[in-house]
């Protein structure tokens, strides 16, 4: 089984990936939607990809492709702790006060930004494809006096020195990573949490309290929702769709019923996925 990620190796995500499925053959790609548009064209049999983090939020290019262009469902959703290091090439000695630019994913840095401003303030921050390939350029640049922001492993994948452990903002951060298959799947991981079903909804046109309404159908149903919010519909200024995230274990049908009531309403609704939740069962350095 073919299994693609967010790559190269050592990223979070090939650690979700590899720890979810030991067994198969971890395949790399340089940004999310090639990720994505990988399992949605069969060119690998699953597709892993972060969705979420504590810090910084929705991975909102992630959101929008499972929106906009995969017919792929969701199969399952894998919590990952995220420590963030800075490191250096061990050749050129580099402290954290020395360097002259930082490197990492956008979301990384954006995790770092209270360690940037107060101990790298004025440094030059240049945002990568991964947290990986910021560690992979830094090793192939051993004379320049450039650090990245990546996780243990890819130090240790790399051969770089990390100068500051957990560089992140706060200690429990962590990113949720879903896992994209036609095929149901098994998780190799132990412990196996609450299920969840992911919907897209666009609301009636032109409804006073649309939006109140459509909540309304899952309220009085007494399904819980874990998580709400919108983003652009691209179709013009104003309009948007919303993902939800129902806790659905034990309440197939009554989510059955709630979707179909907001149809009667003019909603239109799709379901994303129904899946459960797996946790790393350590935390990563």
């Known amino acids: 089984m073919k299994i693609g990620y967010l790559g190269p190796v050592a990223t979070f995500t090939h650690s979700a990936a590899i720890s979810a499925?030991?067994?198969?053959?971890?395949?790399?790609?340089?940004?999310?939607?090639?990720?994505?548009?990988a399992i949605e064209k069969g060119k690998v049999d699953v597709a892993v990809v972060p969705i979420e983090n504590t810090l910084e939020g929705t991975v909102n290019i992630t959101l929008d492709y499972l929106f906009h262009i995969s017919s792929v469902p969701i199969v399952a959703e894998i919590v990952v702790p995220i420590a963030q290091h800075l490191m250096v090439h061990p050749n050129n000695k580099a402290t954290w006060h020395s360097v002259q630019k930082v490197m990492s994913h956008p979301q990384a840095i954006a995790q770092c930004h209270t360690f940037l401003q107060t101990e790298l303030y004025g440094v030059e921050r240049e945002t990568t494809p991964s947290t990986a390939y910021a560690a992979e350029w830094v090793s192939k640049h051993p004379d320049e006096l450039v650090a990245a922001i990546a996780p243990y492993m890819a130090a240790d994948e790399y051969g770089l020195t990390i100068v500051q452990e957990?560089?992140?903002?706060?200690e429990l951060n962590q990113t949720r990573f879903v896992v994209l298959s036609r095929n149901p799947v098994r998780i190799a991981l132990p412990d196996r949490e609450e299920e969840k079903t992911s919907v897209s909804v666009i609301l009636p046109n032109n409804m006073p309290g649309a939006l109140h309404k459509v909540l309304a159908t899952f309220a009085w149903r007494n399904i819980d929702m874990s998580k709400i919010e919108s983003r652009p519909l691209k179709t013009s200024l104003g309009e948007y769709f919303f993902l939800i995230d129902l806790l659905s274990d034990g309440e197939a049908k009554l989510v059955q019923?709630?979707?179909e009531e907001?149809?009667?309403?003019?909603?239109?609704?799709?379901?994303?996925?129904?899946?459960?939740?797996?946790?790393?069962?350590?935390?990563?350095?």
């Open 21 to 37: 499925f030991p067994n198969g053959e971890a395949v790399a790609y340089a940004t999310i939607p090639d990720c994505i548009m």
């Open 166 to 170: 957990n560089a992140q903002d706060i």
């Open 257 to 259: 019923n709630a979707l």
């Open 262 to 285: 907001i149809a009667l309403l003019g909603g239109k609704t799709r379901e994303l996925g129904t899946y459960h939740v797996y946790r790393l069962p350590v935390k990563m350095k």
